[in-house]
């Protein structure tokens, strides 16, 4: 991590991907500015997709610094029920209209939905354009802009419909955290705890004991978060570019989870909120099985009940409700659900053999069973 | 080039592209048998796509060799006017309303419409699945099994929308030829032509040889047809699998083909057909330029006619048309043309620096200007 003042004015974090490495810029008084953005577009037409939310706070610098370029920007509706192949469908009208060819460039300004959407629009068009993602919440700058996983969700399931599309480069500017609604902000804490969960116990530790800090928006703690966060990210996609291995240790959380946001059709949980959640039933079942002790099961929950995160499933979820999405997550394997459970603080496997009747009684524990 | 009698009663032709090298079995009596291709599954889990015109006559083969697994068979609409987002959906509707897993196998069972299609359906759902190309006409023998080009169609462009996504196999089955409708059998001469033009001249003098046997349907012929095109097609995708360089000197006759499949809604002229005119174009162009010698435009005008193409742009269309398609063509740069032409038979250039009015009397010679 070396600070290059000309390109990056904060922090540089490489991730290590070979010939498809980039910089994740990470700092204040990012937005705006024309380098390094500029640098990264091999041509010069560029289209920025926003929201209507961050549009209005965001979109006018992002412009300014293409100034002199083709940019366009398509501005669609906030909101993860849009995370959808209709938009993808927008997006590509927009940029055949315009004319966009092989050499342009298309920039996700927004949270995870509109990166995870703009990254899929762009991985498709032509069979493949630049990406760049300039992440406006927590949760997008710790996870979703780190590793090029891409993609829609279906009616039947999330993420169903996607590619893996590495971004040229990200800019995680810590301003726009000032403007990050309080729930948006604890729903990127349950991404940043997880890294502490899955791998790095000293961050869990750090993270205990500067929790006040982050939720007082402290710039230097933020910019700490994000940094050690995408580190951790960046380590896990390096070793395990398309998942075949570790890399599903970050899905800690995410099948309980998953499942959440699909019953409750991607409107009224945040994906973050949904973790959260489901980390705390990931954890209850590890010291179920004897996994996870009594003390460390606490410090667990403890810890995101302090971020502001749920810790239970809505109460009108059933264990067969979650059994059935569970079993066409993208995670499971011959109909066996795969679950991230964890060993220990920082410590985390996948395992796809835990008996149905333990997996039962944490569905029953979360739900009141039937 | 070895015989493997176990596996590939035929021909086996190796695509060498490291990882994802994959091979083509050539032969008659391919389909319905188990091997090779259950051997390619990665799981146990397999979806056929195919359109109604083939599935009359081949799916129920393919099922059999399917018998014991997971197979179930989607029927499309035949025709390229479904190369769309939309049958793309059907497609992934259907895997995940049968709880279709990351390991599951999408298999193509048509030409080349339903390759693309299948091909890219594939590549999306979970952000990647694999794939089996069992192409039922000589077009899609030839060319679009070969390469991992995959996608669908615009309103304002050809496979604007797609992936590159190799197959885990190619099975090339010569008694299926024995069905095709002339008209298709020519379009795939189209092709095989193309591969004499850009770089086998001496499989262009075969084919000036042996043209009445391969319009007879010589299976012994149309094998060595096959295998000489895969091989040349082989060839350059290995030496430039994303299209950066040399690759795009298959396009030719694409950029003028792909302005008439455009102009006319992608239903009335078979891709090959929009080729074989637009390499008519293209050798009209070349020897204008002084290219190619009088003698030689001649030879690939006689081949082309022989094989019962068409050697010019429906007379409903403009040179104004052709330039306002061809400039959002997916190989426009900067707003430049580039096209593919001759040097001679079994040369071709890829160039963005035609003078604008030597172009312009090319289109107005076939299309009687305005």
């Keep these: 991590m070396t600070s290059t003042p000309t390109e990056c004015r904060s922090r540089r974090l490489n991730v290590a991907l070979g ?15 024309a380098e390094p953005l500029r640098d990264w577009l ?6 920025v997709v926003t ?36 938009s993808c469908e927008r997006i590509w009208d927009r940029l055949l209209q315009r004319r966009f060819e092989r050499s342009c460039t298309v920039i996700a300004l927004g949270g995870g939905v509109i990166g995870d959407l703009a990254g899929f629009a762009a991985a498709a068009y032509q069979r493949g354009v630049a990406f760049v993602q300039i992440p406006t919440t927590l949760l997008a700058q710790v996870d979703s802009s780190v590793g090029g996983k891409t993609g829609v969700n279906h009616p039947r399931g999330k993420n169903m419909i996607g590619a ?52 007082a928006r402290d710039t230097g703690a933020l910019a700490d978060t994000i940094e050690r966060s995408c580190a951790n990210k960046a380590d896990v996609v390096a070793a395990d570019e398309r998942e075949q291995g570790v890399r599903a ?11 959440i946001e699909t019953a409750t059709g991607y409107s009224s949980w945040l ?37 502001g995160l749920p810790l239970t499933p809505p109460q009108s979820m059933t264990p067969t409700q979650f059994l059935e999405i569970m079993a066409v997550d993208k995670k499971a394997q011959q109909g066996r659900i795969r679950l991230v459970l964890q060993q220990g603080i920082g410590r985390a496997i996948v395992t796809d053999s835990v008996p149905a009747e333990r997996l039962r009684a944490t569905l029953n524990h979360f739900t009141g069973g039937a």
């Design 19 to 33: 010939e498809r490495s980039y910089p994740i810029c990470i700092g204040p008084d990012q937005l705006g500015r």
């Design 42 to 47: 091999p041509g010069n037409q560029a289209l």
């Design 51 to 86: 929201n209507d939310t961050v549009a209005d706070l965001y979109l006018d610098p992002v412009l300014t610094s293409l100034e002199g370029l083709h940019a366009d920007a398509l501005i669609l509706p906030d909101g993860e029920a849009h995370k959808t192949v209709a």
């Design 164 to 215: 893996f599309h590495q971004p040229r480069g990200v800019i995680a500017d810590t301003d726009v955290l000032a403007t990050l609604p309080a729930r948006e902000l604890s729903a990127g804490l349950a991404e940043v705890i997880k890294y502490g969960l899955i791998r790095d116990p000293d961050f869990f530790v750090w993270l205990e004991d500067n929790l006040e800090a982050l939720l």
């Design 249 to 259: 240790t970050l899905n800690l959380g995410h099948t309980f989870g998953h499942a």
């Design 271 to 307: 994906h973050g909120e949904a973790v959260a959640a489901g980390m705390a039933m990931a954890a209850h079942l590890s010291a179920d099985l004897g996994w996870l002790s009594e003390e460390e099961h606490h410090r667990v929950t403890a810890l995101l009940r302090r971020a």
